[in-house]
C-alpha cells in the first residue's frame, strides 16, 4: 500500500473497519501510520468525531506513543537500537556514525531521511542493530551501515 | 525422487543478517541445476550466533551449515550440500551441535524443528494434544497441575502461575480474559520472540489452555511494534487456527469458546507493565494503574484477567502433557523449571539457552557464550533488562534462581543477560538507566518522572568531579526515594543498575579529568 496525504474518505473506512470502537485507537493509529506516514490534526479531529472521544484524549494517546509522529518523515526511517545491549558492542559509534554518515542529527532528518534511536530491537544476539524501513539488521558496523543506506538510495 | 527439504530460518536474527536472501539464492540455484527441493522457513534454533544456519534433511538427519552468506550458496551447491556433504561452514548433523545438545528445552523444543505456521506439522509434533488432555482433566486439576508445577511469570516478576490462575477462576464475572504480555521490551532479551515467530502455535495452545482454567472466552495478545515480523508470523497463525477450527465457538466439539485479538504496542517500555499494557489494550496512553485491585480481579475493562507473559503460557502445554512433578525436577529452591536465558550484547556465541534454575552466570556466559566478542575481559554483566543491576565478574557465581539473585540487590528477570568488556564505562551506564527511565517514564508518579531526570543531573556532575561526595550522597537518597515510592517497576527498580555500578565500579565515576581529589 503507497502512502499518501492524509484523506477524510480513506480515514473513515479505516476507522469502520475497525467499528469504530474507542478502545481500538492506538491500532487505528497505526492503520493511520501505515496508510498516511504521519497524524495530522485534521487525522486527530477525525478521530475524536467517530470515535466520540475528546481531542485532547485523542492527542493525549498520539502523543504518548513514540510510534506516532506528527509531523511528515523522510522517505527512508533509520532507527539505531541505542539499549545496553548494543551499547556493548558499540552502538554509541555507531550512532555517530550513523549522524555523519546521513548529515543529519538523531531525532531529526529531512526530506530524504529522518533519524531516530530505538530502545531494543530484540536482535541482541546479533548487536548492534538497526531498522530500515520497517526491517530489522543486525551485526551493522560502520561499513555495512553506509552499504545498506547506500542499497536504499539505489532502489530508488 | 522426493525433494530434498532445506531449512532456512524465517526468524528475525537469522533474517537481520541475511536468511532472506540465502532462501532467494536456494531457490534460484536449484531451479538453475534442475535439483528438486522443497523450502521449509523454519523458526530458529536459538543459535544465534550461528546465524544464518541453514539444514538440509538427509537420511532423515538435519545437517547445518552455519555462519552462511547468500554468496556461499553456488558453492555449497557445488561442494554437494544437498548430500550432507564437506563445506567449510558445515557444522554436522544439528541434532549434535553442543550449544543446542546441553539445553533443557521443555518450553522451546518446537522451536527450529518445525515448520512454524504448517498447522499439520503442530499437529505432529503433539500439538493440542495439552488442550485434549487439559479439557479431560477440568478446570480445577488444571489450575493444580500449573500450581504444583512451581511455574512463575517468566516475564520478570516471578509470580506464581497457578495462584494467579486460581484467583482469576474464583473471581465473580461472566466475562474473564487471559491477556498475553508479549511486550519484550527489556534490552538483552529475545525469547518471547523466538517463540513466537518459531512455535506460534505453541503459545496460541498455552491461551488456550489459560481461557479453559480460568473461564475466559477471550484472549489478547500485545506484541510490541518492533517486531513486525513477529506480528506477520503470528497474525497468520491466529488465522491458521481459526480456519482449522482450534480458535473460535465451540473448539473441538468440546463446548469451549476461545478467541484472540492480536495487538500492536507502539513504542512504549513501560506498556510492558502490566497495568500500563491493559489500558494501552484499551486503546489509551499506557499510564501504570494502581494495585490494588489487582489485575486478576479488575483487569481488562474492569473484569478479571490472567496477565502472563508469553513463555509462561507456553511452558504449560508441556506441564500438562508431561506433568508438573517432571517440570518441577527442573531448577533449584523456589526456581522451579526452566528459564530460557538469552545470552546478549558483547558474548562469543549469543543466543538463548533453555536450561533449568541453578546455573551459574559463569557456566552460561563461558561455556555457552565463550566469553566475550572482543576477547576482551568480562567488566559487568547486566542481567534482567534495563532495570536489572550491574554484577561485577566476581559474581558471575552466582547461581540464577530468583530468590539468590534478590539476596544480592539483583533479579534474573526476564532471564536476558547482556554481557559488557573491560572498554565499557559504567558511569556512562548508570546515567543511561536513568536517562532511559526519563524517556520511558510514564509519568503517573513524579519519583519516577522527576527523579530520573534528576539521576541524570546528579551523575553528570559526579562525573565532572563536582562536589563528588555530595552528589554521591544526593544519588543514594534519590535512589531511596524511587525505590521506595514510585508506582511500578519502572521507577522503583531503575535504582539497581545506578547502585550496582556505584558499588562495584566507583572507580568509573571518578576517572574524568579534574576530579575532586
Same mark, same amino acid.
Given at each position: ?82 539499549? /545496553? ?7 554509541? /559509534? ?21 533519524? /531516530? ?25 560502520? /561499513? ?13 | ?18 536468511? =532472506? @536472501? ?36 538427509? @537420511? ?60 499439520? =506439522? ?21 489450575? @493444580? ?46 525469547? @518471547? ?63 469451549? =469458546? ?34 490494588? %485491585?489487582? %489485575? ?81 575481559? *568480562?567488566?559487568? *554483566? ?16 552466582? %547461581? ?118
Amino acid at each position: 500500500m503507497k502512502q499518501q496525504a492524509f484523506d477524510q474518505q480513506i480515514a473513515s473506512e479505516i476507522i469502520a473497519s475497525f467499528d469504530a470502537r474507542a478502545e481500538m485507537l492506538v491500532q487505528i493509529l497505526h492503520a493511520f501510520m501505515n496508510r498516511f506516514a504521519w497524524i495530522s490534526e485534521d487525522a486527530i479531529r477525525q478521530l475524536a468525531k467517530e470515535l466520540n472521544l475528546s481531542r485532547a484524549d485523542v492527542h493525549g494517546v498520539v502523543s504518548y506513543y513514540h510510534d506516532f509522529r506528527t509531523t511528515p518523515p523522510g522517505r527512508h526511517i533509520v532507527k539505531v537500537c541505542e539499549a /545496553e545491549a548494543c551499547q556493548a558492542m558499540g552502538s554509541r /559509534e555507531l550512532s555517530q556514525h550513523a549522524q555523519r554518515s546521513l548529515g543529519v542529527d538523531m531525532y531529526s532528518g529531512n526530506a530524504d531521511v529522518s533519524l /531516530e534511536p530505538v530502545y531494543c530491537l530484540g536482535n541482541c544476539a546479533c548487536s548492534p542493530a538497526i531498522m530500515v524501513n520497517g526491517k530489522t539488521y543486525g551485526r551493522v558496523n560502520a /561499513e555495512r551501515f553506509d552499504a545498506i543506506v547506500a542499497s536504499l538510495e539505489g532502489s530508488e | 525422487m522426493a525433494r530434498t527439504k532445506i531449512y532456512v530460518p524465517r526468524e528475525t536474527a537469522a533474517v537481520s543478517v541475511g536468511a =532472506d @536472501d540465502i532462501a532467494i539464492a536456494i531457490a534460484r540455484r536449484a531451479k538453475e541445476l534442475g535439483e528438486e527441493i522443497e523450502l521449509i522457513r523454519n523458526g530458529s534454533w536459538g543459535a544465534s550466533w550461528l546465524e544464518p544456519l541453514i539444514e538440509v534433511l538427509v @537420511d532423515d538427519e538435519r545437517i547445518a551449515y552455519g555462519n552462511v552468506a547468500a554468496s556461499d550458496v553456488d558453492d555449497l551447491f557445488a561442494a554437494g550440500f544437498l548430500a550432507g556433504a564437506k563445506h567449510q561452514q558445515r557444522l554436522g548433523p544439528t541434532a549434535k551441535i553442543p550449544y543446542l545438545v546441553n539445553q533443557d528445552r521443555w518450553t522451546f523444543w518446537r522451536c527450529g524443528l518445525v515448520a512454524p505456521l504448517s498447522m499439520d =506439522d503442530f499437529l505432529a509434533h503433539q500439538g493440542f494434544d495439552a488442550f485434549r488432555n487439559a479439557v479431560e482433566m477440568g478446570a480445577p486439576a488444571v489450575i @493444580d497441575v500449573v500450581k504444583s508445577s512451581g511455574l512463575r511469570g517468566r516475564g520478570g516478576a516471578g509470580f506464581p502461575a497457578g495462584i494467579k490462575w486460581q484467583t482469576v477462576a474464583d473471581a465473580a464475572g461472566e466475562q474473564k480474559y487471559i491477556a498475553c504480555n508479549a511486550d519484550e521490551g527489556d534490552s538483552g532479551t529475545f525469547s @518471547d520472540r523466538i517463540l513466537m515467530e518459531g512455535d506460534p502455535l505453541g503459545l496460541i495452545e498455552g491461551m488456550m489452555i489459560a481461557g479453559y482454567a480460568v473461564g475466559a472466552s477471550r484472549g489478547y495478545i500485545y506484541l510490541r511494534s518492533e517486531y513486525p515480523l513477529t506480528h506477520s508470523i503470528l497474525s497468520r497463525a491466529i488465522e491458521l487456527a481459526r480456519e482449522s477450527g482450534w480458535l473460535g465457538k465451540n473448539i473441538q466439539g468440546t463446548g469451549f =469458546d476461545f478467541d484472540i485479538e492480536l495487538h500492536l504496542g507502539a513504542g512504549s517500555y513501560v506498556c510492558g507493565e502490566e497495568t500500563a499494557m491493559l489500558e494501552s489494550l484499551e486503546g489509551k496512553r499506557g499510564i501504570v494503574r494502581y494495585k490494588p %485491585p489487582l %489485575p486478576a480481579i479488575e483487569g481488562l475493562f474492569g473484569k478479571p484477567t490472567v496477565v502472563n507473559n508469553v513463555v509462561t503460557l507456553a511452558s504449560v502445554p508441556n506441564i500438562i502433557n508431561l506433568g508438573a512433578e517432571k517440570y518441577a525436577s527442573f531448577g533449584v529452591n523456589r526456581s522451579t523449571g526452566t528459564l530460557a536465558f538469552q545470552l546478549a550484547g558483547n558474548i562469543k556465541r549469543g543466543g538463548l539457552v533453555e536450561k533449568g534454575f541453578g546455573i551459574t552466570l559463569r557456566e552460561l556466559i563461558e561455556d555457552w557464550g565463550g566469553g566475550t566478542a572482543s576477547g576482551r575481559p *568480562v567488566k559487568a *554483566v547486566q542481567v534482567g533488562g534495563p532495570l536489572g543491576a550491574y554484577l561485577p565478574a566476581e559474581q558471575l557465581d552466582t %547461581p540464577l534462581d530468583y530468590e539468590a539473585f534478590i539476596e544480592i540487590g539483583a533479579m534474573v528477570g526476564h532471564g536476558g543477560i547482556v554481557v559488557f568488556d573491560d572498554t565499557a564505562d559504567m558511569a556512562q551506564q548508570a546515567r543511561f538507566a536513568m536517562e532511559f527511565c526519563a524517556i520511558e517514564s510514564c509519568g503517573k508518579c513524579t519519583p519516577c518522572r522527576i527523579g530520573s531526570t534528576r539521576g541524570v543531573e546528579v551523575i553528570d556532575r559526579m562525573v565532572a568531579g563536582d562536589a563528588r561526595e555530595d552528589n554521591y550522597d544526593l544519588l543514594v537518597e534519590l535512589c531511596d526515594t524511587m525505590e521506595d515510592a514510585s508506582l511500578c517497576a519502572m521507577g522503583g527498580m531503575t535504582p539497581y543498575p545506578v547502585r550496582s555500578a556505584l558499588k562495584y565500579f566507583a572507580e568509573d565515576f571518578s576517572s574524568a579529568v579534574g576530579a575532586d581529589e
